[in-house]
């Protein structure tokens, strides 16, 4: 092998050893970037001439100092780089397999280059253990999605599990090559090395032919080559039928004819079953929870009529016979009309559940502390009549429905009152603050917008942890009726309202302290127009 003879002086090499190494190595002219580099410092001792176009170091370079092929790399591949050299000593097939560093040239320009090493099988006084490093650069557009041969190959498995082939046409000769899986996919036996267009397009479904030829023949060959992504079912070779996903490219020479036609085909037949599958299990929920409301609301309505004939002759009843109702008379006709009431209770809130979950009340700026007074306003009799104190901070201005609002602090504060403890005045505290990025990112929320934290804290008997979700649901009550009256559906009420407004609402028990009820709310509903 012919080299400039100034390198060799400058190196001082043993010519007969590195001439006796190269004859037992792949040749300096290989079709890739080599370099011999030595164990113990990892200087580069000889590079070719792909290795000086690529990186930009000559051989003129490497004299004296030198280079280092550690100088190449970022310090964390340093140990990668260790390894695979370990590697090759102990396992011959580690030769034939690759690692993917990125590599810095001589100008600073970092890319990145599959990496196969070799040792050359002598040593020398002088030199030491020597390696011989072959690198491809990459061309591909892939970003490099790979680290290694082992992780390719990883890579393949998983898609050669999920039914995933490639095809290529060559469009001049109309030859078709399939890899093995697309053979998987249409299930054919005998699989043919090459077949012609005719063939593969005879497995498309009829309904999707005339389509999918558009496609490629319109869009794609005589449109300029534009990538061909579609979605189409085929007909197997035994009779079934699959969806698959087609990702296609037109690839053309240097005078813009195309010349190959070349892609990918994974079946997604069972992603689209599954998809199917639960969109028609939520278009049935939805339509199932559509006629509950509706029912819930005819029923409620339907009701009024009845009860109020109940409450009307019950109260003529216990005007007009009082004197003669008395004893157990007089108590049956005093719980009929209390549970009247209840019943009555119960159907308005029903029908405000239902009000809710149907209503279409516009979003308008509303400032929160203006709510708020309003709400003390309403239930001033009740806050007089237990000793109520209620402690707030400034409450933010955003963008809501007043009356759902208006209701959401009602039905919290109210519950607030009721469940206080025996011989102690409840104490209600108000704090707002805007969540952070952090939390944000806890609740899972879009992080371009803003969002305001609303807690409201009570001294009250609270409850136990394990029902805090099981509040929130319709009808569900922790304490008799006797003891705290009311319908249970108070707090599923404001589960729909923060629900309408793209918000959260939970409630903890605060040990020795009482309950907490958090909200969560978007100072925006822009994004979420009803």
């Known amino acids: 092998m012919d080299f400039d003879a100034p390198v060799r002086n400058n190196y001082k090499l043993n010519e007969s050893l590195l001439d006796d190494a190269f004859l037992k190595c792949t040749s300096m002219s290989s079709p890739g970037l080599v370099a011999i580099v030595r164990l113990h410092d990892y200087k580069v001792?000889?590079?070719?001439?792909?290795?000086e176009h690529y990186l930009g170091y000559t051989n003129a370079d490497l004299h004296g100092n030198g280079i280092q092929f550690t100088d190449l790399l970022e310090s964390y591949q340093h140990d990668r780089l260790k390894n695979q050299l370990n590697n090759i000593n102990e396992n011959i097939e580690a030769r034939s397999h690759y690692l993917i560093y990125p590599i810095k040239s001589k100008t600073g320009?970092?890319?990145?280059?599959?990496?196969?090493?070799?040792?050359?099988?002598?040593?020398?006084?002088?030199?030491?253990?020597?390696?011989?490093l072959l690198l491809?650069?990459?061309?591909?557009?892939?970003?490099?999605?790979?680290?290694?041969?082992?992780?390719?190959?990883?890579?393949?498995?998983?898609?050669?599990?999920?039914?995933?082939?490639?095809?290529?046409r060559i469009i001049d000769v109309d030859k078709v090559f399939l890899s093995e899986g697309l053979f998987r996919i249409f299930e054919i036996d005998e699989p043919l090395h090459v077949v012609d267009t005719h063939y593969a397009m005879s497995f498309i479904h009829p309904n999707?032919?005339?389509?999918?030829?558009?496609?490629?023949?319109?869009?794609?060959?005589?449109?300029?080559?534009?990538?061909?992504?579609?979605?189409?079912?085929?007909?197997?070779?035994?009779?079934?039928?699959?969806?698959?996903?087609?990702?296609?490219?037109?690839?053309?020479?240097?005078?813009?004819?195309?010349?190959?036609?070349?892609?990918?085909?994974?079946?997604?037949?069972v992603h689209r079953s599954i998809e199917e599958d639960l969109k028609n299990k939520v278009e049935e929920l939805n339509h199932s929870n559509k006629e509950l409301e509706e029912f819930a609301f005819v029923a409620s309505h339907d009701l009024q009529e009845p009860l109020r004939k109940i409450t009307t002759f019950s109260g003529r009843l216990s005007e007009?016979?009082?004197?003669?109702?008395?004893?157990?008379?007089?108590?049956?006709?005093?719980?009929?009309?209390?549970?009247?009431?209840?019943?009555?209770?119960?159907?308005?809130?029903?029908?405000?559940?239902?009000r809710i979950s149907k209503t279409t009340q516009p979003y308008e700026p509303v400032k929160l502390d203006i709510i708020l007074q309003h709400v003390l306003t309403d239930l001033e009799l009740i806050i007089e009549e237990t000793g109520t104190v209620i402690l707030t901070q400034?409450?933010?201005?955003?963008?809501?429905?007043?009356?759902?609002?208006?209701?959401?602090?009602?039905?919290?504060?109210?519950?607030?009152?009721?469940?206080?403890?025996?011989?102690?005045?409840p104490k209600i505290i108000i704090e707002t603050n805007v969540l952070s990025e952090n939390e944000k990112l806890q609740y899972e929320l879009k992080q371009n917008e803003t969002y305001y934290k609303v807690q409201i804290t009570d001294n009250g008997i609270g409850f136990e942890n394990e029902y805090a979700m099981r509040i929130f649901?319709?009808?569900?009550?922790?304490?008799?009726?006797?003891?705290?009256?009311?319908?249970?559906?108070?707090?599923?009420?404001?589960?729909?309202?923060?629900?309408?407004?793209?918000?959260i609402i939970y409630a903890e028990n605060i040990p020795d302290t009482g309950a907490r009820f958090t909200f969560i709310i978007p100072q925006s509903q822009q994004m979420n127009k009803r």
């Not at 320009?109 to 011989?132: C, H, M, Q, R, W």
């Not at 400034?394 to 519950?415: C, G, R, Y």
Request: proline residues 4%; glycine residues 6%; neutral net charge.
């Open 136 to 168: 491809h650069p990459d061309l591909s557009k892939w970003g490099m999605p790979f680290t290694s041969s082992d992780s390719k190959e990883l890579f393949l498995e998983q898609f050669d599990n999920e039914d995933f082939g490639t095809f290529e």
């Open 45 to 51: 001792l000889l590079v070719n001439k792909q290795f």
């Open 394 to 425: 400034p409450l933010p201005a955003l963008e809501a429905a007043a009356s759902e609002m208006k209701q959401l602090f009602t039905n919290i504060i109210n519950n607030a009152i009721k469940f206080h403890k025996e011989n102690i005045a």
């Open 473 to 503: 649901q319709v009808f569900q009550r922790l304490h008799g009726k006797s003891e705290y009256p009311g319908s249970g559906i108070g707090l599923a009420i404001c589960k729909k309202i923060m629900e309408h407004h793209h918000g």
């Open 320 to 354: 007009k016979y009082k004197d003669v109702l008395t004893g157990d008379g007089a108590m049956y006709l005093s719980r009929m009309t209390a549970s009247a009431e209840n019943m009555r209770i119960l159907i308005n809130d029903l029908l405000e559940f239902s």
């Open 109 to 132: 320009v970092i890319s990145f280059y599959y990496l196969y090493a070799s040792p050359i099988e002598e040593n020398n006084d002088t030199f030491g253990k020597l390696y011989y």
């Open 208 to 269: 999707d032919k005339a389509r999918i030829i558009k496609e490629i023949t319109k869009n794609a060959l005589e449109n300029g080559g534009e990538d061909v992504n579609v979605e189409l079912k085929i007909v197997t070779a035994k009779k079934q039928v699959k969806i698959i996903h087609c990702l296609a490219r037109i690839i053309k020479n240097p005078d813009g004819k195309p010349i190959l036609f070349t892609g990918s085909i994974r079946d997604i037949t």
